[in-house]
């Protein structure tokens, strides 16, 4: 993955945006019922075993100390990426943001949140996380911090990062997992969704899933 300039971020991000807005325009369905996921048709996966999340302190956008505690409470996906990338971050977190809009059309009761960690903290500070991703929600989470705790936090869930030499303008490419995560109302690994993944499918699939767990959906 290639460095792009702040300008190109801001013309990837609007592109990926009108992209994924425009892709489907039928009508969601507000009133059907949420189903459950049936294993053979889904496009995520449902883990058998919830898994928990290590106890690490991170920084968010705001600049405040962010823990897995932060979950509780709340339905949100997660994804790890960092804010140089050219393509996979921008497309994703628009297809979260679309997820989300997607949802409220459904008149969904509680939104689920959106984090985004990054797994390049030398680059991504507070500030740049801020205004990365600012850029699809006011409502997403940027989460930065020292390098040891993001890679506990990376290793209790599965996802994979390379950081490549520099070249000689110190510019580095980072290659990631890509999948979108789901954590429950108690802080822990619910399902996730590996690419490619719309946002109707994260709605929809959302909707079932916590269909299938109505005692944490509530929350």
Not at 3 to 23: D, E, M, Q, W, Y
Not at 147 to 171: F, K, M, N, Q, V
Not at 198 to 218: H, K, M, N, T, W
Request: hydrophobic share 40%.
């Amino acid at each position: 993955m290639m460095n792009v300039s702040p300008i190109r971020l801001a013309l990837g991000v609007a592109l990926a945006t009108a992209l994924i807005a425009g892709a489907l325009t039928a009508l969601w369905p507000s009133d059907a019922p949420p189903e459950r996921l049936d294993p053979d048709e889904a496009v995520g996966t449902v883990l058998p075993e919830t898994r928990d999340l290590p106890a690490v302190t991170l920084t968010d956008h705001n600049g405040g100390d962010w823990t897995p505690s932060d979950f509780e409470g709340r339905w949100q996906y997660l994804f790890f990426g960092f804010t140089h990338c050219p393509d996979v971050c921008p497309m994703t977190l628009a297809t979260l943001a679309g997820a989300l809009e997607r949802l409220e059309q459904a008149d969904v009761e509680r939104l689920p949140g959106v984090v985004f960690v990054s797994v390049d903290p030398q680059r991504d500070t507070p500030a740049a996380m801020k205004t990365y991703v600012e850029h699809f929600s006011d409502d997403f989470i940027g989460v930065t911090g020292q390098r040891d705790a993001i890679d506990r936090l990376t290793s209790a869930l599965g996802i994979s990062y390379t950081l490549h030499e520099p070249d000689s303008e110190g510019d580095y490419a980072v290659d990631h997992s890509a999948a979108i995560l789901l954590i429950d109302p108690q802080g822990r690994l619910r399902a996730l969704w590996q690419p490619p993944h719309g946002r109707d499918v994260l709605a929809d699939e959302f909707r079932r899933i916590r269909g299938q767990y109505p005692s944490e959906g509530r929350s």
